[in-house]
Structures are given as C-alpha cells and as structure tokens.
C-alpha cells in the first residue's frame, strides 16, 4: 500500500539522517508511537470505504466505522498521554503525541490531509463529543501544516479539481499494492 511503502521510505530516511530523526530515540516512547502507527491500516480503509462508496444505503453505516476508528484513535491518544504525565510528573504541552511532530504524525498527516473532502463529499464531521477530544486537537495541528514553508511552496495553490487529479491515482496506486501484497 501507498502508506505501508511509505513508512518504509521514512524508517530509511529516519535512519539516514539520524542527526534529525523523526522517531522518538527513547525506546518506550517509540513503541507507543509505533503502536499508534498500527492502528493506521483500519483508519484509512474505513476513510476510503466512505470516500469510495457509490451506495447511498451503507453511508451511515460506514461514517460509524469511521468515527469508531477516530475514537479508538483518540483513545490510544488519551492512554499515551497518561502515560506521559504518569512519566514526567508534567502535562503534555503539544498537541503533538510528544514535544514535537514525529513519527506519528508523519504517517497521520497525509491520512487526514486526504479525508478533508470527506466533510464537503459526505458531510462528514466529528461530534463535539469528550470521546474526539484529543483526536480534533491533534488532527487541528495538523491543519498548521499549512503555515510551513513547504506547503506554501508547493501546495498552497491546489484547489478541489487538482486534489481530484492526484486523489484516483493516489487510490488506485494504494489497491495495486495491496494485491501485490496478496
């Protein structure tokens, strides 16, 4: 898959320029992340299942699949950040899962960045419910990526048709990997 191959592309790149890595160095702190990142595979499917669906009957039924994999994501957010403070007697001072965007949000960012048509598509929001909390506030960290110079360097001009010309190839490219995988 697109991601999968992508999280390999940044385990070599974390390695290669060790000097900045994006992973957390501490041991512990790094199985939580990449316990956060296990979670990614069911995340985007029920993403695209809903941004792919053409059947009007199973909408609502794979919006609850979707908001189920955001509040099992907010979960593991709230356990991490117990955890945390459990560890260094301080509150979390991020949004970020540690102090700084890792490796984590490497691997969400282009997830949430992809399902943002999701609300304009589908209308799909998350409920101003206690249990997306910590998801809406990590996931509205990551809408600063904007304020970065990359983006205003590349992506500051794409409109809705230009997301369209990149989002099938994008999907399609996901689903050969996937069968290569098979």
């Not at 699949?65 to 459990?86: G, S, T, V």
């Not at 600063?144 to 989002?167: G, P, V, W």
Request: hydrophobic share 45%.
């Amino acid at each position: 898959t697109v991601l999968r191959e992508s999280l390999v592309i940044l385990r070599y790149l974390d390695g290669l320029f060790a000097q900045a890595p994006v992973a957390q160095q501490d041991p512990l702190r790094h199985a939580m992340e990449n316990l956060l990142v296990s979670h990614e595979r069911d995340f985007a499917d029920a993403g695209y299942r809903l941004l792919m669906n053409r059947d009007p009957a199973r909408r609502d039924a794979l919006m609850q699949a979707l908001l189920a994999q955001y509040a099992r994501l907010d979960a593991e957010l709230c356990r991490i950040d117990e955890l945390h403070r459990q560890h260094t007697a301080a509150e979390a001072s991020t949004p970020w899962l540690w102090d700084r965007f890792g490796w984590a949000e490497a691997v969400y960012t282009p997830l949430f960045m992809r399902f943002w048509c999701l609300g304009y598509y589908e209308g799909f929001e998350l409920p101003e419910e206690a249990r997306y909390a910590r998801v809406r506030e990590w996931q509205a960290a990551f809408a600063d990526y904007r304020r970065y110079h990359e983006y205003m360097r590349i992506n500051r001009s794409m409109n809705l048709a230009e997301f369209k010309e990149i989002y099938y190839p994008e999907y399609f490219h996901r689903l050969f990997g996937r069968l290569i995988a098979l």
